[in-house]
């Protein structure tokens, strides 16, 4: 399924970096070239409502809503990811910069170490997130092939990977066709990692 994307959709390797905050509610992250430190995409939560900013402190975090949107620099916005409340398991929405729905994530109910299905709009399966939180470690694969992994290691960078703030290596596998739709849908499944599955 090819998708009209950026080129910067079409790179294999990117640094996920967490805004730090000690009073932080919205979800900010800037993307990086891991070689250059580049900053190739940023990853906003503009408009939370007071009643979810007041959440996101409680123990209640994980059911609320977010709408995340992935830009580049100049402030195209490439993909936006967005969720209602959540009680039981998650399914979050990903839409293209035309606002078309591209894809889905349907949290999978008691899996070991967190899980879900990366689905097409029409809920058929794409490939699953599977993921080890011993080694930090979660992988995109399909019918027993990896297409991307997600990680706090990466030689490259060393120690920068391991301060507070939630910092991630995604690695998108060249079996993963430039200009598909489900580079789009990976690279929006990282943001989920940290909101539907860590918090």
Not at 65 to 91: A, C, D, H, Q, Y
Not at 184 to 195: E, G, Q, S
Request: with cysteine; aromatic share 10%; charged share 30%.
């Amino acid at each position: 399924m090819i998708n009209s994307t950026a080129p910067v959709l079409d790179r294999n390797m990117f640094f996920v970096k967490e805004h730090v905050g000690m009073f932080k509610a919205a979800n900010n992250f800037d993307i990086h070239d891991p070689e250059t430190n580049e900053i190739l995409l940023e990853c906003r939560e503009d408009d939370l409502g007071f009643f979810t900013k007041m959440l996101r402190f409680t123990d209640y975090k994980r059911m609320t809503p977010f709408n995340v949107e992935i830009k580049e620099p100049n402030g195209k916005t490439l993909i936006r990811v967005s969720r209602g409340v959540s009680f039981f398991r998650s399914v979050v929405e990903v839409f293209d910069e035309n606002n078309t729905l591209i894809g889905k994530f349907r949290q999978r109910m008691l899996s070991i170490g967190g899980k879900f299905d990366v689905l097409t709009p029409d809920d058929q399966v794409i490939c699953q997130l599977k993921g080890k939180w011993s080694s930090w470690e979660f992988r995109f694969e399909k019918e027993g092939n990896e297409l991307a992994m997600v990680s706090k290691k990466w030689a490259g960078i060393g120690k920068e990977l391991f301060t507070t703030a939630d910092n991630y290596m995604l690695t998108i596998n060249d079996n993963v066709p430039s200009g598909h739709v489900a580079r789009k849908l990976i690279l929006a499944a990282v943001m989920c990692i940290d909101m539907v599955l860590k918090e």
